[in-house]
């Protein structure tokens, strides 16, 4: 197998570890493109090429992460991990660890680690990789890792919710609830949220976004309700998809240009958070991106022509 066959067959494995400790699709991307550059300029050929490569994009992930979170500090307004449709990587006998950990909720637990105990447990957790192939990657004592793991552990359940919902019951709620967003149903929506629902919106400064998040069933679904009507009045249209393993949908103008992306965490039957990113930075993954302020503004002419 030559080098780019062995590259491209593990290319999955290694945008899924890089995304999960990153929680951004392009910098994940930069990361594997960065570590096909250092494998196809060595000129030796490794025992295990999986070994190798995955403990290259994981230091280079690391790295990243450092400088990135100073960056996300001084972050307007909440940020929210970069929306991924789908995980490129597939593995039947992890795959309850690997939908959990790609999740929103997830994503964002793994926000409190630091960047050495967030490649530990994505390596060790997630992919289950051995402790003496974690130690190699992120260059520490296979005991030095099992501390890493251990306040990793500690981090994660310390956040995790206390129930998580069937697919099957996930997927019949997400679609109460996507029809009763079209229709702008007030009732509707109240019924399907929980008591301390909130929505969070992450437009990162350069798209229209709430000043705060809206707490409370009764705020999120007047909110909601009033959503759809203003921005169908412009053609603005969504499509249903899962999005980082939960439900989610996909927000257009009338371009078909992708707006804004949104994802519901579903718990103990009832929609608890609905996260909305809006960041243009984070959607052209998705497709070509519409212009939020522009939508913005042209929702409120034609609020105004209707009052």
Known sequence: MSKVEEFEELRPLLFSIAYRILGSVGEAEDAVQET????????????????????????ISIDVLRSARVRREEYVGPWLPEPLLSDPYQDPARSVELADSVSMAALLLL??????????????????????????????????????????????????????????????????????????????????????????????GKAPQLARAVVGAENVARLLASLLPRLARIDVTFEPHEVNGQPGAIFRDRDGRVLHILVLDVLDGQVQTIRSVINPDKLGHVGPVADAWAIDREARQARRRTE
């Not at 096909?36 to 230091?59: C, F, H, I």
């Not at 390596?123 to 890493?148: I, K």
């Open 36 to 59: 096909w550059l250092r494998y196809d300029g060595s000129a030796a050929r490794p025992t295990s090429a999986k070994a190798l490569l995955s403990t290259t994009v994981t230091r």
């Open 111 to 204: 926000e409190r680690l630091s960047p050495l105990e967030r490649a530990v447990f994505v390596l060790r957790e997630v992919f289950g990789f051995g402790f003496d192939e974690v130690a190699a990657a992120v260059g520490r004592s296979e005991a030095a890792c099992r501390q890493l793991l251990v306040r990793a552990r500690r981090h994660m359940e310390a956040g995790r919710p206390r129930f998580e919902a069937a697919r099957a019951e996930r997927e019949e709620l997400a679609s109460r609830f996507f029809d009763a967003l079209r229709e702008g149903d007030l009732v509707g929506l109240r019924e399907l949220l929980a008591a301390d629902v909130s929505v969070v919106g992450d437009g990162g």
